[in-house]
């Protein structure tokens, strides 16, 4: 895959003048040479491939030469939300779930939530879905929402019909064929989802389900759960806890 920076800025066909921290990365950081070419994208859905015209320190000249449809997108929209687990562990997650192809995240603040993150952890989040796009191939940034009161998301209208929350203590798993597609699965923090946030979720349409008798942690089940939404559109078999 071709060398891949990122802009926010329309593009076209055409002279284009890449700057800011991108153009110093280009230029300086991985020394491109005039003539070179490489691959812009804004996320629009296209990218573009350009040629090098000219270096400077701050801004870096490029005639773009097209712009390509190459979608690398699931064929379904994909909503996480989850609770942050500490330190290093957030930034790990937050990359894994952009080269899936999740089409939004949402950080949790929950009951037992132990991370509660700033306005500024958001912005650092949308640099790190940038850097992962470019990495992945991804055309289509991940949008992060900000922080939600599970409460206040559980109800929210605008979430797809399938929406499943994780919960280790469900009562007896059963398995079943159900269609993963177009849905959005919730992950509790280390300590999971109180009794009484499950039942309102419940009382909201949501889906218990369970990913096997071991506790896993926050970034661990968030990745084995987005794994299992079938981007083939066929259905998968989960384990499903239900009360009996």
């Not at 952009?98 to 949308?126: C, N, Q, Y």
């Not at 640099?127 to 191939?137: F, N, T």
Request: include cysteine.
């Amino acid at each position: 895959m071709a060398d891949r920076f990122f802009t926010p800025q329309p593009l076209t066909p055409g002279e284009f003048h890449l700057d800011g921290p991108e153009a110093h990365h280009l230029a300086t950081v991985r020394r491109f040479a005039v003539g070179d070419r490489v691959t812009l994208f804004n996320g629009d859905g296209r990218e573009y491939p350009a040629e090098i015209l000219a270096l400077g320190k701050k801004s870096v000249a490029l005639t773009i030469l097209r712009a390509d449809e190459v979608n690398r997108e699931l064929p379904f929209p994909l909503i996480v939300a989850s609770a942050l687990p500490k330190g290093d562990r957030a930034d790990f997650l937050l990359e894994k779930l952009t080269e899936l192809g999740v089409t939004r995240f949402v950080p949790l603040i929950t009951a037992r939530s132990v991370v509660h993150p700033k306005d500024a952890k958001v912005e650092k989040f949308e640099r790190m879905v940038i850097e992962a796009s470019k990495q992945c191939g991804r055309n289509v940034l991940m949008q992060v929402n900000a922080p939600t009161k599970w409460l206040d998301f559980v109800c929210s209208s605008d979430l797809p019909p399938q929406r499943y929350v994780l919960h280790t203590e469900g009562g007896v798993p059963i398995q079943t064929a159900i269609p993963l597609q177009n849905g959005v699965v919730a992950i509790g923090p280390e300590g999971g989802f109180t009794a009484e946030e499950v039942s309102i979720a419940v009382a909201s349409g949501w889906r218990p389900i369970s990913l096997g008798p071991r506790v896993l942690r926050v970034e661990t089940a968030a990745l084995v759960a987005v794994a299992w939404f079938d981007p083939t559109g066929r259905k998968g078999e989960i384990s499903i806890p239900t009360n009996s």
